[in-house]
Every structure is written in structure tokens, then in C-alpha cells.
């Protein structure tokens, strides 16, 4: 299903787009056409909009309130090529492709104006009947304002278009600000940004506005090859060819979804979680780092972590802990797949979602972590934690036993000495700083660990599973970690060097490169 968002010319709204938008909306798409400003239903008027930022921000605020992992197929129609254009610039990583029907399609290596002005120098060379032109900068200068009149209308824009049609737009067209000075402006588009995204033109052949010779014009001016016709079309396709439009629109999301396929198989999908007491907040470096890579990175707080608006107390269960990582996985599509990478603790939470979404998962990840195996309970790995941190000091590291004290602790927190001396002890100080506002206590459930149940052969068995064993780690230390890759073998293991309990801080190029390797490995 692709996120349409279309974008209207000249005097014109998102009413246009009606027959459009019911058209793919009935093919399962998710539309949204819109009013540029003093355009439509927008409430401004034309003396509002004292520059073209003032025109385009409706689309620029739609675009900016898009999440970062949502791409749309920008739609514009006659003027409404300017207008996408700036949007492609200003947002290009959220722009899967961008559609030029009938439209102005610039170059970035000239100003947008040269094709402006090309198409008004055509236009005035013709009669131009009842259409309105205002040369507000004198009439040396060129036009300013614009609107179509009745005449004008069904002579040369709605021609082939249904007298219904002619009659809804006489009664909702404003009039249109062109804004030539500031399309003179050279440094509007650039190779790199705008250039960067596939584009699409369609021509309408029997267009008398913007001749199909001008049309041409454009894509020889803006090369592309991607090029669609529609034989019958005036300049408004979207009421004299409804059907041929909507089946061209159409056929773009089938190329783009073979276009996304090929992405998701060279971006990978990271889903971090975080150790006890931690949060998404000890990712940043990691995130950063992937992200610079092309990867698509979900950073996540478990309950009552970090942010989580949940505090210890409404924790009841495991489940109420995992259930955020249990969300994110059951909102993923079923075609795709991520890798988990589990740090600490989160070694338990990222098995339980392999359990509960085996085809899910490309791989999962524990680094320096407690892994478990499928033949024995959780609680077991836990358990042989327990017995070797608690023979050495445990400092300021709080642990709480509130089933008394023959019984595993149940809850923890690290203080401030423990954390320096034995989590963070080759970390930089800011890191170990940005911890100490941020830890939360945590919580064991050692009683929901304890059930033999949690894991299967058939579904954590499965997926294939990588151990990155952190050399100089304290806290988990190396032969802890081997103890779980032997109780849980996994020929996949890599080793870093110089790392502590947290690599994301002290080593994390070498946590990023070995990230990166699984991602090569298991895509």
C-alpha cells in the first residue's frame, strides 16, 4: 500500500483530486490531497502569502510530520510540480518518488523560473481570452497573479473534461500567486537532494495549456525516462481521464514496491534493547553509527525504563516488562524480518519475542548477554549470574529481596561506585554521567523465568543466533559469557577487545562493525 499525497496547480485545491483520491483509495492506498496556501478551503488569502514558503507550507508541514521511516509518492499537477520539487529538496529521504503530471518539472543545474518562464512565454502568445494576468511589478516585468476565466476554462484547461466538472471548478478556482522572484533564486534544487529521487512525468496529450510540446520540453530539460502518456487528456486529467491517470499511478507502486524490496535487502532493521536498568538512551552512539550506514535502527524502552511512562510497581509480570518490544514486533508487516540484538538482560526479552515471532527475525544478537537455551528455564542462566556476582563485593549495587533472602533477589540498581568500578570502567565519564540521571531500578522475575515453557526448539531454536563476548566486561565477565555460549551453543561468536559491560560506550565502532557484519551475513 503506497501514501499518495497530491498536490494541485495553479488556482486550483485538493477538491480536484476527488475522482483520484476515491480511485486509489478503492485499490487499498492511503491518500492525502491537500490546499497549498490561500488555495481551496486554506483560510489565508493571496495577500497573505508574501513569499513562496508561505504558498508551499502545508505540503512542507505535511512532509515534516511524516515519521522517518515513512516514504509517500509526491503527486503534482501543473504548477503543483514547482511546489513537490521544493518538497523533495527540503525532504528527500521521505520521498519514494516523485510524479509530474502535465506539470512543470525543473532542473536543479538553472532556477525553477527558466521553465516558468518558457511556459508563460508560450502561453502569451496565444489568445488568452477571459484569463486574468496581473503584472503587479509593472508590465515591463513578468505576471505576478493569475486566474482563469469561465472562457478561458472551458476552452483550453477543462476542453475534454465533463461539464460537471467545468462547472465545480468555476465554482471553487482563486485566484494564483506566481512568485517569480523567488523561483529566480538559484539555489532552490540541488543535485544531490532533489536530484537524488526517481521521477516520473506524464503527458497529457491533448492538453492546450501546457502543450504536449511543452511537456517535452520539460523532460528534455529534466531528463527522465520514466515517462507515462494519457491520449485524450486535457490540462485536467483528473476529471477527462480519471481511470488512465489512476492506472498509471497505479503501475508506479508496482515498480516502487520492487524498488522498496531491493531496499529492505540492502537496509537492514535493528530493533536494540537495552540491559536492567538501562533504556533506548544507551543506543545513542550505536544508533547514530547504523543510521550513517543506510540502516533503519528502533531503539526501544522496555516498561518502566528510560522514558516508559510505567514505574516498577506497575510491573506485574515479565510480560508487562517485554510488552513494548512485544508491540513493535507484532506492528511489523509480515514480509519483514529485523535483527534483534539483546544487551545484558535484554538477552532474556529479545528470546521471548524469537519465540513469539520466530518469522520475524532474521537473527538475534546478545551482546554480553545472558542467552538462554530452549531445553532448560530462563531462570537457569539468571540463577549462575546471581552466584558469581554476588561472591565478589557488590559495592553500592543495590539488590533488593523481597522474598526474603533465601529466596533470588528480585529487584537492582547500580550505584554509582559499582557502576564506575565494574559497568562502566573503561566507558568515557560524560557516558557514565548521562547513566547516573537516567538509570531506573529493575526488576528480575525470577518466578516467570523459572517456567519450563518460555522457550521451544521449533520457534527461539529456529532463528539463527550471534554472541559478541565483550573481553574486559566485569560485570558479565568473559567466562560467564562463554558459559552461556556452551549451555547455549552458537558457532557465530565475535570478540571485542578493550570493551566493558558497555561496548555502546567504550567500543562502539567495534560494536557498530560487528552489526554490520550479521547484517551482511543474515540478510
Not at 522457550?455 to 563476548?469: A, C, Q
Request: aromatic letters at 8%; charged letters at 25%.
Amino acid at each position: 500500500m503506497a501514501h499518495f499525497v497530491l498536490v494541485h496547480g495553479m488556482c486550483h485545491g485538493a477538491w480536484c483530486w476527488y475522482k483520484i483520491e476515491s480511485l486509489l483509495k478503492s485499490g487499498g492506498h492511503r491518500v492525502t490531497p491537500l490546499d497549498l496556501g490561500a488555495c481551496g478551503i486554506n483560510p489565508k488569502t493571496i495577500t497573505d502569502l508574501a513569499s513562496l514558503s508561505d504558498y508551499a507550507q502545508p505540503l512542507m508541514e505535511l512532509m515534516a510530520s511524516l515519521p522517518e521511516d515513512e516514504k509517500v509518492i509526491l503527486v503534482g499537477h501543473s504548477y503543483g510540480g514547482v511546489i513537490i520539487s521544493l518538497a523533495m529538496e527540503s525532504f528527500p529521504k521521505k520521498v519514494l518518488a516523485a510524479v509530474y503530471v502535465s506539470a512543470l518539472m525543473p532542473n536543479h543545474d538553472y532556477p525553477i523560473a527558466t521553465g516558468l518562464m518558457e511556459l508563460l512565454k508560450r502561453i502569451m502568445a496565444e489568445p488568452l481570452l477571459d484569463f486574468q494576468v496581473w503584472f503587479d511589478d509593472g508590465s515591463e516585468s513578468p505576471p505576478t497573479r493569475a486566474l482563469f476565466g469561465p472562457k478561458y476554462t472551458e476552452a483550453k484547461v477543462y476542453h475534454l473534461s465533463p461539464k460537471e466538472d467545468i462547472e465545480l471548478g468555476l465554482t471553487l478556482m482563486r485566484q494564483g500567486k506566481i512568485f517569480l522572484k523567488d523561483l529566480a533564486n538559484e539555489s532552490l534544487l540541488s543535485k544531490e537532494k532533489f536530484g537524488s529521487i526517481h521521477r516520473v512525468y506524464i503527458v497529457c496529450k491533448d492538453d492546450l495549456l501546457v502543450k504536449e510540446s511543452m511537456q517535452k520540453w520539460y523532460i528534455e530539460n529534466s531528463p527522465t525516462e520514466d515517462v507515462k502518456s494519457i491520449a485524450g487528456a486535457d490540462h485536467m486529467p483528473m476529471f477527462s481521464k480519471p481511470h488512465e491517470l489512476c492506472k498509471c499511478l497505479q503501475e508506479l507502486t508496482g515498480n516502487i514496491e520492487i524498488e522498496k524490496k531491493k531496499e529492505r535487502e540492502t537496509m537492514t532493521h535493528f530493533v536494540l534493547v537495552h540491559g536492567m536498568c538501562h533504556g533506548a538512551w544507551c543506543w545513542y552512539k550505536i544508533v547514530s553509527l547504523l543510521k550513517s550506514g543506510g540502516h533503519r535502527v528502533s531503539p526501544l524502552d522496555l516498561g518502566a525504563s528510560g522514558i516508559n511512562p510505567n514505574t516498577i510497581t506497575d510491573l506485574a509480570s515479565l510480560s508487562d516488562y517485554a510488552e513494548p518490544l512485544m508491540a513493535l514486533m507484532a506492528s511489523l508487516p509480515q514480509d519483514e524480518k529485523v535483527i534483534l540484538v539483546g544487551h545484558s538482560y535484554g538477552g532474556v526479552i529479545i528470546s521471548l519475542a524469537m519465540e513469539s515471532f520466530p518469522m520475524k527475525v532474521l537473527a538475534a544478537v546478545y551482546l554480553t548477554a545472558f542467552m538462554p537455551n530452549h531445553d532448560s528455564p530462563i531462570a537457569t542462566g539468571v540463577a549462575e549470574y546471581f552466584r558469581r556476582v554476588m561472591a565478589e563485593p557488590l559495592m553500592d549495587f543495590q539488590l533488593l529481596f523481597e522474598d526474603g533472602s533465601e529466596n533470588p533477589p528480585t529487584h537492582a540498581l547500580f550505584g554509582p561506585k559499582y557502576m564506575e568500578a565494574m559497568v562502566y570502567q573503561l566507558s568515557p565519564k560524560e557516558d557514565i554521567e548521562l547513566a547516573n540521571t537516567l538509570l531506573r531500578q529493575g526488576k528480575w522475575f525470577m518466578k516467570d523465568l523459572s517456567k519450563e515453557s518460555l522457550l521451544s526448539k521449533e520457534k527461539f531454536g529456529s532463528v539463527d543466533r550471534v554472541y559478541i563476548v565483550c573481553k574486559d566486561d566485569l560485570l558479565i565477565k568473559e567466562s560467564l559469557q562463554k558459559w552461556y555460549i556452551e549451555n547455549s551453543p552458537t558457532d557465530d561468536v565475535k570478540f571485542i577487545a578493550g570493551a566493558d559491560h558497555m561496548p555502546m560506550f567504550s567500543k562502539p565502532q567495534a560494536v557498530c562493525k560487528c552489526l554490520q557484519e550479521v547484517a551482511e551475513k543474515y540478510i
